[in-house]
């Protein structure tokens, strides 16, 4: 009762397998397409949005990364972390998750003004006479965090470390506005 199944293979294909119809392929083809639409745009796009979503993300990381040094820029922004285990004082952002939202948000922006700075022998000048500015504000913020330790959350020194934050990233934005001044002139007598 046992066969070989070559034997039954040749028999198989001597016979002729039915033949389809004329354009089957192309009406199965469409039919997919219809049930399953090619997707490729929309796959582009959540492709350009998560690389969008990792380049942010890293260049955040990178501006917030106290590993690395900017010779060229003193530090501005005192964000206390050398000593993490000894620190037990409060911070803006301990007191509420909205708080901690508004710090991160203005140290950010104003280390990302800080990164974008041209600093040029020409300029020099200028971009010190602002960082004395923003040193004053950044020892006026260490004092206000201070108050903060001492005499507790209040909505006054909250105000005003907030205030602090703000002054600090309209008095960079005033700095790159008078580079852009000055290369505008530049570029005009040229």
């Known amino acids: 009762m046992s066969r070989d199944i070559r034997d039954l293979l040749k028999t198989d294909s001597a016979n002729e397998l ?33 690389a969008s979503v990792l380049i942010l993300l890293g260049i955040f990381l990178f501006i917030n990364d106290p590993s690395i040094e900017n010779s060229n820029k003193p530090a501005i922004v005192n964000t206390d972390k050398e000593h993490p285990e000894q ?5 803006l952002g301990d007191l509420s998750p909205d708080l901690k939202k508004i710090e991160d948000y203005y140290v950010a922006n104003i280390n990302l003004e800080l990164a974008k700075l041209p600093v040029s022998k020409e300029n ?8 004395a500015q923003l040193e004053e504000l950044n020892n006026e913020y260490t ?8 005499y ?33 002139s530049k570029n005009e007598t040229v």
Request: proline share 3%.
């Open 18 to 50: 039915p033949k389809m119809k004329i354009g089957h392929e192309k009406r199965f083809v469409d039919r997919l397409e219809k049930e399953f639409p090619s997707s490729s745009t929309k796959m582009v796009a959540i492709w350009a949005i998560a």
């Open 87 to 91: 620190d037990t004082s409060i911070k």
């Open 124 to 131: 020099e000048e200028l971009i010190e006479g602002y960082m």
């Open 143 to 150: 004092a206000l965090s201070e108050e903060l330790n001492l």
């Open 152 to 184: 507790g959350p209040n909505d006054q020194t909250i105000t005003a470390m907030i205030q602090n934050l703000q002054l600090r990233l309209e008095l960079l934005r005033n700095l790159k506005e008078e580079l852009n001044k000055i290369n505008k």
